[in-house]
């Protein structure tokens, strides 16, 4: 071998990625007519230098901290590990019920930007699966759209 060696010489070791999902689930046996769940997700929380985000405000302008998962009321978005989201939603009433996605850049002053919504029909369990997270927030909102109704649905975060 010539010295010094002609082309660059990289260390190379065996890395193995770890898994990582975040989950909130939802079962609601008499879910009424409007009824709706928020699942709010922050996805630099916990991986970003705090240094980087434009202010020290927990959440979007228009964040709802609303329950989500039946937890109790969600103060700020949870950290979540990304970049995929999986939402699934079941509902047996005549008119269904609604996913919708948003997402937000960054913390107050930006909003919540509707990116799909996705029609639940009644007794037809609907799954989003792999859904590309390109910003710091995502909010997940399933809304029920009939009278009482079993609803069930979950919002998912992974990483793989």
Do not use: H
Not at 21 to 48: K, M, Y
Not at 130 to 155: H, K
């Amino acid at each position: 071998m010539p010295q010094p060696p002609t082309l660059p010489v990289i260390a190379k070791e065996l890395v193995r990625i770890v898994p990582a999902l975040s989950q909130r689930t939802f079962n609601d046996q008499a879910a009424g007519a409007g009824e709706t769940f928020v699942w709010e997700w922050d996805l630099a929380l916990r991986l970003t230098d705090t240094g980087q985000f434009i202010n020290a405000n927990p959440a979007p302008a228009n964040s709802t901290t609303t329950a989500g998962g039946g937890a109790g009321p969600q103060t700020t978005p949870q950290p979540a590990f990304g970049p995929y989201l999986d939402a699934a939603a079941f509902c047996d009433g005549a008119g269904g019920a609604t996913i919708t996605i948003e997402y937000a850049i960054d913390a107050n002053p930006f909003n919540y930007r509707t990116i799909a919504v996705t029609v639940v029909p009644q007794n037809v369990f609907t799954n989003i699966s792999g859904l590309r997270v390109t910003a710091r927030f995502v909010r997940v909102t399933v809304t029920n759209v009939t009278a009482a109704s079993v609803l069930e649905a979950g919002s998912y975060i992974r990483n793989l």
